[in-house]
């Protein structure tokens, strides 16, 4: 059976979107890590925001190396801190005054802080990378073509083109 060749474009679309494929699951996978490890360190603190991957969230996370510290972050300084405005500054000073940190905190909070971090270093990695697909789905005629059909968006299409490959596949 002969094999139709595939453009550069689509070669390089695929191994980019494999590749933000990994590093979300990687995100994903970091954000339940560290979900199990705040229920068992400061349960209260997850329940402000319910998700670990909010960007107020994990900005206010990486505030203070030891996580015992954010108890006694000021307004002024929440209200400084990316992301974190009027609203979130009002939920964690609510946490704040019903915190309660178990003895795991004093081992699982530099854990904790250290996966916020790579949290959002992963998520401008792939915010990069989403950046370079859309750049080069734009020389994809596929990618170009399916980004047409309602409901499919860009990422979404340089996937599709990246795995195809070549239309010329299909009789």
Not at 4 to 21: I, N, S
Not at 33 to 39: C, F, V
Not at 61 to 80: M, N, P, S
Request: charged content about 25%; aromatic content about 6%.
């Amino acid at each position: 059976q002969e094999v139709a060749p595939v453009g550069q474009t689509e070669q390089r679309l695929k191994a980019f979107t494999r590749r933000r494929k990994q590093l979300v699951d990687d995100r994903m996978r970091l954000s339940m890590r560290m979900q199990a490890d705040l229920q068992a360190a400061c349960p209260g603190l997850l329940a402000t925001t319910g998700q670990t991957d909010n960007l107020w969230f994990l900005n206010f996370i990486t505030l203070r190396d030891d996580l015992e510290k954010l108890k006694r972050v000021r307004r002024g300084t929440l209200l400084a801190t990316p992301w974190i405005g009027k609203g979130y500054a009002a939920k964690i000073q609510q946490w704040q005054r019903e915190a309660t940190i178990s003895e795991a905190c004093n081992y699982l909070g530099p854990m904790i802080v250290a996966d916020a971090r790579q949290m959002l270093a992963l998520r401008e990695q792939i915010l990069a990378m989403e950046a370079q697909i859309e750049s080069l789905a734009g020389h994809s005629a596929l990618a170009t073509r399916i980004r047409t059909v309602p409901g499919f968006g860009s990422i979404c299409s340089a996937e599709l083109a990246g795995e195809i490959g070549s239309i010329a596949r299909f009789t």
